[in-house]
């Protein structure tokens, strides 16, 4: 009889040891490495090489294939995330930080399926039915025919699942799922990754729709080994700050649909409330231009978003002065800075920087380059842009600025919430005027020239 052995996985980048150690060789975390039960190899424990199994059907490149169908939810930025509705036999994986209403958001969705004569099934082992039921109420669902289950034994839920053949399964969530065959505890990297691996066959096998809840840790990414977000077809980040309304459904991973894709959400007492125009959402209040705020025309996925970027730029009482950043990536913030200063002498020693975007959104798009150095310059110079105009364009160590993709998009978005000018750069590609008085500049030395000095006059 083969000899059983255990193998030790660190839970952040899912790198195998031989033996435990406090930190990970391969990614630098500590105290991830777990012990875990190595997988069977086969039958009498004879290896996979010792064994004959069947041969596979094989197809070539020009084999005609049926367009995969889709199911909508009826919640059209859920489906538009999805990419234009839910694909059978999908496996996706849904994450987000406690609290921030990923369960609302799947008994909505789920809720929504079942009204439309999709049968749904939900399983949750973190709450009871009842507690489920009387969150249902609240939402205004108890009328929908959706089936619930309370359940943590993952041999169990399979059963019920082929017994019951539903068209779409939600497990909340995967970190309670527990494996019997599997020798740790639940929620440990072993549990987490079999359950998951258990439940997106199933998904293939019987082409059921499973929508798996993912926790994430406090780094924001989705706890257990990454190789879960491998093995499903789509993940999904559902964001938000814990003093805004509104919430974000970004779509990271998408084999179905264009990834960085992104539904809106706004939550309410009755459940979260689709956001129709996101660009009038995050712009706020602009009917009085005050320095250091500035328009960015972004896009988010397949669509155009207008959101607001504030910067404050004050005295420093500190030796090293403050450098904070809400919505955006601190170290591009900090080439910003240096480039202000070494290619356009605008110094920042001595000040507090402050940035933020405005409504609770994460921006990581190169082109809101030119948005962030006109916030910054405004701020520094206590002199207000146009509250009519937009900005985009990627800015280089040079100080050029570059080109973006997209540019009538953001300029149709722009030119329809009542925008009149545009800063982009010089090279970008735009068919039409769009209603817009485009200023083109070739680097950031041109763009102060047109920004604080010919605008005005």
């Known amino acids: ?34 012990e875990e039960a190595a997988l069977t190899a086969g039958p009498a424990g004879k290896t996979l090489g010792a064994t004959r199994g069947r041969a596979v059907p094989l197809s070539d490149l020009s084999t005609q294939d049926a367009p995969l169908p889709r199911k909508l939810s009826g919640i059209g930025e859920f489906d538009l995330v999805l990419g234009g509705g839910l694909v059978p036999a999908s496996a996706i994986l849904v994450g987000g930080d406690p609290g921030i209403g990923k369960s609302t958001l799947l008994l909505q969705a789920a809720a929504r399926f079942a009204q439309t004569g999709t049968k749904a099934i939900y399983v949750s082992g973190e709450e009871a039915a009842a507690q489920v039921r009387m969150r249902a109420g609240r939402l205004g669902l108890t009328e929908a025919p959706l089936q619930l289950a309370n ?27 527990w494996a019997d065959h599997v020798e740790s505890a639940p929620g440990s990297v072993a549990q987490v990754r079999a359950a998951s691996h258990e439940l997106t066959q199933f998904a293939k096998r019987r082409g059921v729709s499973v929508i798996l809840v993912g926790h994430v840790t406090k780094e924001g990414q989705i706890a257990g080994p990454r190789v879960v977000e491998h093995m499903v077809d789509t993940v999904l980040y ?4 814990r003093g805004h309304q509104f919430r974000i459904l970004r779509a990271v991973k998408n084999r179905f649909g264009p990834a960085d894709e992104i539904g809106v959400f706004e939550m309410t007492g009755s459940g979260l409330q689709e956001v129709k125009n996101p660009s009038a959402l ?8 005050s320095s250091g705020s500035v328009v960015f025309a972004g896009i988010e996925g397949t669509r155009p978003v207008l959101v607001e970027i504030q910067a404050l730029v004050a005295p ?29 002498g605008i110094g920042f020693a001595g000040r507090d920087v402050y940035l933020n975007v405005a409504g609770g959104l994460r921006i990581s798009e190169p082109a809101a380059d030119l948005a962030v150095a006109a916030a910054l310059m405004s701020a ?6 146009p509250a009519d105009a937009v900005f985009f364009g ?26 009149t000018v545009a800063f982009a750069p010089a090279k970008a590609k735009t068919q039409g005027d769009h209603g817009l008085k485009l200023h083109k500049m070739s680097d950031l030395n041109d763009f102060i020239v047109q920004s604080f000095d010919a605008i005005e006059g």
Do not use: Y
Not at 282 to 289: I, K, M, S, V, W
Not at 320 to 339: C, E, K, Q
């Open 1 to 34: 009889m083969a000899k059983s052995s255990t193998s030790f996985t660190c839970s952040a980048c899912g790198a195998s040891h031989k033996k435990w150690a406090g930190r990970c060789d391969a990614c630098g975390a500590w105290n991830t490495i777990a």
């Open 151 to 177: 359940e943590t034994n993952l041999r169990n839920i399979l059963t019920t699942l082929d017994q019951e053949r539903p068209e779409v399964a939600i497990i909340d969530s995967i970190q309670t799922m």
């Open 238 to 241: 559902f964001e938000g700050e």
């Open 282 to 289: 995050f712009l706020g209040e602009r009917e009085n231009p």
């Open 316 to 344: 420093s009482p500190l030796a090293t002065p403050r450098r904070t950043v809400v919505g955006w990536d601190s170290g591009r913030l900090a080439m910003i800075l240096a480039v202000l200063e070494a290619r356009c």
């Open 380 to 385: 520094r110079q206590d002199q207000p842009l």
């Open 394 to 419: 990627e800015l280089s160590l040079s100080g050029a600025l570059r080109p973006t993709a997209q540019h009538d998009s953001r300029l149709r978005e722009a030119a329809k919430l009542g925008f």
